[in-house]
């Protein structure tokens, strides 16, 4: 069993900062890609941002500058500093990672419950 864990959401004034933390654990061999996407209100689920095993990055455009991906592999663990927050920015937030269980598995697409990240103007 395989399970992502998200922390750190919440309710912040336009132009706060957060921090979000997603923590794999169980029957795990090698993380592959982390990631985290977000569902706004009666939208459909986006990329936020995405880092490779050895570290590099991608982010959607409307993030770019002010978000910050992370991870530390020993933890099994990837982080999203999320600084001058927007009201649009509002949503639940859900951890991704493409996990192998073992030499035996060809890996897969695991996702966490979600964490919801209020932004207020």
């Known amino acids: 069993q395989v399970q992502l864990v998200e922390s750190g959401g919440g309710l912040v004034q336009a132009g706060g900062s957060l921090r979000l933390s997603c923590a794999a654990s169980?029957?795990?061999?090698?993380?592959?890609?982390m990631g985290w996407y977000r569902q706004a209100p009666g939208k459909q689920r986006e990329l936020v941002a995405t880092?490779?095993?050895?570290?590099?990055?991608n982010y959607a455009d409307s993030v770019k500058g002010r978000f910050t991906i992370s991870r530390d592999n020993a933890k099994n663990t990837v982080y999203l500093q999320m600084n001058s927050l927007k009201p649009g920015d509002t949503g639940v937030y859900y951890c991704n990672a493409q996990i192998v269980r073992n030499l035996l598995d060809l890996g897969g697409d695991y996702w966490g419950k979600g964490t919801l990240v209020t932004v207020s103007s």
């Open positions: 880092i490779t095993r050895d570290g590099s990055t």
């Open positions: 169980g029957s795990i061999f090698r993380i592959n890609t």
